[in-house]
């Protein structure tokens, strides 16, 4: 029977047994060294091996390896041999340049050709006495030498030479003999990269010298491309082939930027017949590069190639065309481009073919954005001409008609084109993906996405079109209503059937779309009254809609699927039906304007709306969509406060209106909490303004009737029941006294009322400290130190004005550095009185 250690003694053993492997590869570690040390033979006799101590049977191994600041004697030497060759390559320079005038022709030819030929030849010798290093170092300088002989040879035997052609044929002799000299000696790094970086110019070069048009440069780049791109295959060692493949991407994206900009701008379809040549030559070339390449390379090479097939094609079809309509034709080469999945291509140039695709679909798809960005954000124009008169038409309601609207004729089109290639796509995805093999992913992600697209892409077209093409402004406000009623229904059947990401793009769609002819149809006052009855009625019908839907997904299997669902459907179905709560107040308050009411006066018409949400939240108990609409109600009813704010005795009116339809909401347990406490402000709050309207100056006369009945009936209610709070019992009457009276003592010029009322605060505040009622405690508190505050401000103001001004923030920052000395203690001071007040009914 195998015996199992406790795992305590197990760990143990384990620890030791990594402590032991440790120090053995530390002993192995050092033995290395010094053997990397005797194979590179030192100025004097190698010294003996380090002896490693034994490592400790059950400890930590003994250390064995020399300070760690020191430098080895390869980096040393490396870093020698780097100093010692960039000076002499320094002294060649300077030679060459400054030192040739001082001897002849001969000398300087000798010179230059000697100390090359012995630098070239140097390596070769140390090489096979093992000095890599210092061959390498000769090695670069002999690079430079040779560099100096070419130039030498121009300015002495080749004087008349033109300089580009001189130097585009010294570079093509440079390359060769570096890259056979790299060849020769094979151990050298540089020569054999510095040949390929050579190889980038003759050609370059003797397009320059023979002032060659843009035509031949982007050929003699992609020539280079070419040379680089069998480098990259087929030379020898990774720096050369990772030169080379540098040198094929920048040359090559050159040369074909160079044929794009001269297809671009080619004015028929012979003059793009050249560029369009190159491209392809590009194409074919990205392709032959990466068809055996990496994934990632693979997949840039399809990409360019797919790009430069579109500019190609693109370039000769749309030759002559305005640029505006150009974008279709390119659209279009980009969707055909598709067919070339069906080409037994590698799944990696595959998927950058796609992404070609996709990339000039989702370019022309940008070029169209403008127009619809115009058509909705111009629409807010209108809210500075309310009700002035329907435009001439729809680019007048936008404010756009200054703007050339004939070079964007094309964008409705091509919106519309990419929408009916992403919805074709979407409708038979699974074909699509049988047909593109592997390239296509095969899940429902993508499909979702196509379909997305094709609803946003296609809402968008229609959008502009209106603007586009110049129709009325009824014509203009009939097509975005339909619009708007047509992209909703879209959105119900999507989200019924579980698209998520078609129904939520359409949703969002429509609700952009019902804003934007909203405000269009402000321009006219028939407008207004139809396009926000037709908005009210359809967002209404959208939420009841959801809302069987939802119903249907939450009766349905309680998977997490299902609970999801009815999530998202909940939430989409408070949305709209928010929007029509909002339509309903734009009606009311445009019913308000057409009967000639002003603001203020318009105000009790605004609150039919909170009404019906009422009755709506009474008719929806229960459901999740009730508290959205009620909270959009509130906010109805607030905007009609602010409508009454200039006229007191309509403000009163409106809130003692706001607080009967609070208390009808308390009258529903669910509400009972919050609406409860509502309507008795809201009425307390009516009662205040009313005899502030009514010029009252003494509202005591009229408050403390209420008050006394009020704590009476408080003083029952907590008799009866101790527990109950005192802000329930005594809160609403002593604040229906003690707040106007504060606010009748402010402004009052005399001493007796402010005197009266600090003294009634007082005698609440201690009654509400002894008695531990928070209610009396902080409202009789607040009354009493604002009641100070307006006491004492004048002779403090009187005392702060004969202190010397540096005195007040002196005594500041004494404060703040006594608080801040204290400030653990003030913390838990404000603790212990938060928890004190807390604890109080």
């Known amino acids: 029977m195998e015996h199992v250690p406790p795992p305590a003694e197990e760990l143990a053993l384990l620890d030791r047994e990594l402590a032991r492997l440790d120090a053995r590869r530390s002993q192995l570690l050092v033995r290395r060294a010094w053997l990397l040390s005797v194979l590179t033979p030192p100025a004097g006799p190698p010294s003996a091996p380090p002896v490693p101590q034994p490592a400790a049977p059950f400890g930590p191994p003994a250390p064995f390896a020399a300070p760690a600041g020191q430098a080895g004697p390869r980096s040393a030497q490396n870093v020698l041999l780097t100093l010692g060759g960039l000076l002499l ?11 040739w005038g001082h001897m002849g022709i001969s000398g ?116 280079t491309a070419a040379l680089d791109c069998a480098i990259a295959w087929w030379g020898p060692g990774l720096a050369v082939r990772v030169t080379a493949c540098v040198g094929c991407w920048t040359t090559g994206l050159l040369g074909l930027l160079v044929a794009l900009s001269q297809s671009v701008s080619a004015g028929s379809a012979q003059a793009a017949s050249a560029p369009a040549a190159l491209l392809l030559a590009g194409a074919a070339l990205a392709l032959a590069g990466v068809w055996r390449a990496p994934t990632g390379l693979a997949m840039a090479g399809g990409v360019l190639a797919g790009l430069c097939a579109v500019a190609a094609v693109g370039g000769v079809l749309r030759a002559g065309m305005e640029w505006g309509w150009s974008v279709p034709v390119y659209l279009l080469c980009g969707a055909m481009l598709l067919a070339a999945l069906r080409a037994p291509l590698p799944r990696p140039v595959g998927q950058g073919v796609v992404w070609a695709s996709s990339a000039v679909t989702a370019g022309a798809a940008l070029s169209a954005a403008p127009p619809v960005g115009m058509a909705l954000m111009g629409t807010v124009s209108q809210l500075a001409r309310v009700w002035s008169g329907a435009p001439d038409g729809v680019r007048g309601a936008l404010g756009t008609e200054g703007l050339g609207w004939s070079h964007l004729a094309a964008a409705p089109v091509v919106l519309l084109t990419v929408a009916a290639l992403l919805g074709l796509a979407h409708r038979s995805w699974d074909r699509l993906v049988r047909a593109a093999g592997p390239v296509l992913p095969s899940g429902a992600a993508g499909r979702s996405a196509a379909g997305a697209a094709a609803v946003a892409l296609c809402w968008a077209g229609f959008t502009a079109s209106p603007a586009v093409l110049g129709l009325s402004y009824a014509a203009g406000v009939t097509v975005q209503s339909v619009l708007v009623v047509a992209v909703f229904a879209v959105a119900v059947r999507a989200l019924r059937r579980g698209s998520g990401a078609m129904g939520t793009t359409a949703l969002v769609c429509g609700l952009t779309g019902a804003v934007s002819a909203g405000f269009l149809s402000l321009a006219a006052e028939a407008a207004t009254y139809a396009v926000f009855a037709v908005l009210l009625v359809v967002l209404g019908a959208v939420a009841v809609l959801l809302d069987g839907a939802a119903a249907r997904a939450a009766r349905a299997l309680p998977d997490a699927g299902a609970v999801r669902t009815a999530r998202a459907l909940r939430i989409a179905q408070a949305v709209p039906a928010c929007g029509a709560v909002v339509c309903g107040a734009v009606l009311a308050r445009a019913a308000g304007a057409s009967l000639g009411l002003a603001g203020d006066r318009a105000a009790p018409v605004m609150l039919l709306v909170p009404a019906v949400t009422v009755l709506l939240g009474a008719r929806l108990r229960g459901r999740p969509v009730a508290l959205p609409v009620e909270l959009a109600g509130a906010a109805a009813a607030a905007v009609a406060v602010v409508m009454a704010v200039p ?93 106007p009276s504060l606010f009748a003592a402010w402004t009052d010029p005399h001493w007796l009322r402010p005197l009266l009322l600090g003294v009634a605060a007082l005698v609440i505040t201690l009654a509400g400290a002894r008695l531990r009622l928070q209610a009396l405690l902080l409202l009789g508190g607040a009354v009493l130190a604002l009641d100070a505050v307006h006491e004492l401000a004048p002779y403090v103001v009187q005392v702060v004005g004969a202190l010397p001004r540096w ?17 653990e203690q003030r913390l838990r001071d404000a603790r212990r009185l938060k928890e004190t007040v807390g604890r109080m009914h």
């Open 89 to 99: 390559t320094v002294a060649a320079i300077a030679f060459t340049l400054v030192s």
């Open 108 to 223: 300087r030819s000798a010179v230059l050709a000697v100390v090359t030929l012995a630098v070239l030849a140097a390596p070769a010798v140390l090489l096979r006495r093992g000095l890599f290093a210092t061959a390498e170092s000769l090695g670069s300088l002999a690079s430079v030498l040779m560099i100096l002989d070419a130039y030498a040879l121009h300015r002495v035997a080749l004087p008349q030479a033109g300089g580009a052609g001189f130097a585009a044929a010294a570079s093509a002799v440079l390359a060769v003999l570096w890259g056979g000299y790299g060849l020769l000696l094979g151990r050298l790094r540089l020569p054999l990269p510095l040949a390929v970086v050579s190889a980038q110019l003759p050609l370059l070069l003797w397009a320059w010298s023979a002032g060659a048009g843009a035509s031949v440069f982007g050929w003699a780049l992609l020539l």
């Open 647 to 739: 006229d007191l005795p309509f403000l009163a009116l409106v809130l003692a209106l706001n607080g009967v339809l609070a208390a009808g909401t308390a009258l529903r347990a669910e509400r009972r909490p919050v609406a409860g406490y509502l309507a008795v402000a809201l009425f307390v709050l009516a009662s205040w303004v009313r005899l502030s309207a009514s010029g009252v100056a003494t509202p005591e006369a009229y408050t403390l009737p209420v008050t006394v009945p009020a704590l009476a009936v408080g003083f029952l209610r907590r008799r009866r029941d101790p527990e109950a709070s005192s802000w329930t019992a005594y809160g609403a009457g002593l604040a229906a006294t003690l707040v």
């Open 807 to 823: 005195l007040p923030p002196a005594l500041a920052g004494v404060l703040l550095l006594v608080v801040g000395a204290t400030y």
